[in-house]
């Protein structure tokens, strides 16, 4: 039976390590839509999407865009996922989860193609922002803006990093840059489910379909795709085999202050037949043991994420994790 409704859009944005994956892995453990009728695009700006593998579920239509922004270099592959998506009846919503450096008036502006706009309709944009690192201490501050600017919710999200005159200096500056969006504190990105899908103001904004100039961080151009002189660098190193915890936290420790973001799977020798997860942003460090559903395979490997990263040093300190690291 052919959709007689344009498909709704969510969209959400947030810098890096945010908790953006966080809180839409909430959002599918708790809400009441059936997830057979619910599709996800992930976008993330490395080669390996370790957030798409965080939130596969059974029966979940899970889309995986990597290799860059989806406002810039992969927009051309995120109109043809949601035009897809948009053309299977049995989808009654479709999430979009943009990398951290992705300019969210570029993504409107994409998702506003001739080609989508008879048959999706843009629900609401819904921005979770790092209450700890607000404004971001990365050059990603002209994107952060922007990401604030265009939400119709924010989520400020880690509270329980946050005292209260912290908490309170970092809400006025937000209301400061975007006085007519929702604001609702969070922690760990677990939030009422009717709250995210809720039609918000996007859902009546008209976002012409053009091009801009603006550079949204991520390092590539939005026409001929150089590399920009501030530009941000991604590096997979692959795990091949379990590593010693000890090693591992060596290696972490001695990475460069340049590697702002770190994330991926590991397996460690004391425990090889367990997969935990690792995420890291700036200071903050989280390990966790990650179920499996049956079947699923998934490459151990990291993911470092920073301005200008010196590959050479770090692939020379990854031998530290031989022969777990595969160069």
């Not at 300019?103 to 309709?121: I, M, N, Q």
């Not at 340049?258 to 590991?266: H, L, N, S």
Request: charged content about 20%; glycine content about 6%; aromatic content about 4%.
């Amino acid at each position: 039976m052919p959709r007689t409704e344009p498909l709704p859009l969510l969209l959400i944005t947030g810098f890096l390590g945010s908790g953006k994956t966080t809180t839409l892995s909430h959002w599918l453990a708790h809400t009441d839509m059936p997830l057979k009728k619910t599709a996800v695009i992930i976008n993330d700006f490395g080669a390996v999407n370790v957030d798409a593998a965080l939130l596969a579920r059974r029966q979940l239509e899970l889309r995986s865009i990597t290799g860059g922004c989806v406002c810039c270099q992969s927009y051309e592959d995120l109109i043809a996922q949601v035009a897809s998506l948009a053309a299977n009846p049995e989808i009654d919503l479709a999430w979009i989860e943009t990398s951290g450096l992705a300019d969210p008036e570029e993504v409107l502006d994409h998702l506003s193609a001739p080609e989508l706009a008879p048959t999706t309709a843009i629900r609401r944009m819904i921005l979770v922002i790092d209450g700890s690192d607000y404004p971001c201490s990365w050059r990603g501050r002209p994107v952060q803006d922007e990401q604030v600017r265009y939400a119709d919710l924010i989520l400020l999200n880690k509270t329980d990093r946050l005292d209260d005159k912290t908490r309170q200096r970092v809400e006025i500056s937000l209301r400061q840059i975007n006085p007519a969006a929702q604001l609702v504190a969070t922690q760990k990105g677990a939030v009422d489910p009717a709250l995210l899908s809720q039609t918000g103001a996007h859902a009546h904004a008209v976002h012409p379909h053009h091009h801009h100039d603006a550079d949204c961080g991520c390092g590539h151009d939005h026409h001929d795709h150089h590399e920009h002189p501030h530009s941000a660098s991604t590096l997979f190193l692959p795990l091949s085999a379990p590593v010693e915890r000890d090693t591992f936290q060596r290696f972490l420790s001695s990475l460069p202050t340049a590697v702002f973001r770190a994330k991926g799977f590991v397996r460690f020798a004391e425990s090889p037949q367990q997969l935990h997860t690792f995420q890291q942003v700036r200071d903050q460090a989280e390990l966790l043991l990650l179920p499996l559903e049956d079947g699923q395979q998934l490459a151990t490997g990291l993911v470092l994420i920073g301005p200008h990263l010196d590959e050479a040093r770090i692939r020379e300190l990854a031998k530290v994790l031989t022969p777990a690291y595969t160069a």
